[in-house]
Nanobody
Framework: QVQLVESGGDLVPPGGSLRLSCAASRSIFSRYAMAWYRQAPGEQRELVASISSLGSTNIADSVKGRFTISRDNAKNTVYLQMNNLKPEDTAVYYC???????????WGQGTQVTVAS
């Protein structure tokens, strides 16, 4: 079973930056699309960014121009670079891997991002 481990969450002031990392326990990017979701208290989990097995990316409109997703195949790691953070970005951020052939989902444990002065 593949495991995903997120890291990089922290408390940052508005306008700050963070880079989240999601390390997979083995090489999966050729067969899995990767994504970052977030969930704020009392809210539904929402898709923030995704990167397909072929490397194409999608960014949610709410964070477009501020967040980018990338991956390092050699390190089996996906990143979420978050710039110009806003208080409304406060949430638990989850890494997701979706098997391209069946839609089977794997989730990480989540990492807390808090944007506050």
């Amino acid at each position: 079973q593949v495991q995903l481990v997120e890291s990089g969450g922290d408390l940052v002031p508005p306008g700050g930056s963070l880079r989240l990392s999601c390390a997979a326990s083995r090489s999966i990017f050729s067969r899995y699309a990767m994504a970052w979701y977030r969930q704020a208290p009392g809210e539904q989990r929402e898709l923030v960014a995704s990167i397909s097995s072929l490397g194409s990316t999608n960014i949610a409109d709410s964070v477009k121009g501020r967040f980018t997703i990338s991956r390092d195949n050699a390190k089996n790691t996906v990143y979420l670079q978050m710039n110009n953070l806003k208080p409304e970005d406060t949430a638990v951020y989850y890494c997701n891997a979706r098997y391209r052939f069946s839609g089977y989902d794997i989730w990480g444990q989540g990492t807390q991002v808090t944007v506050a002065s």
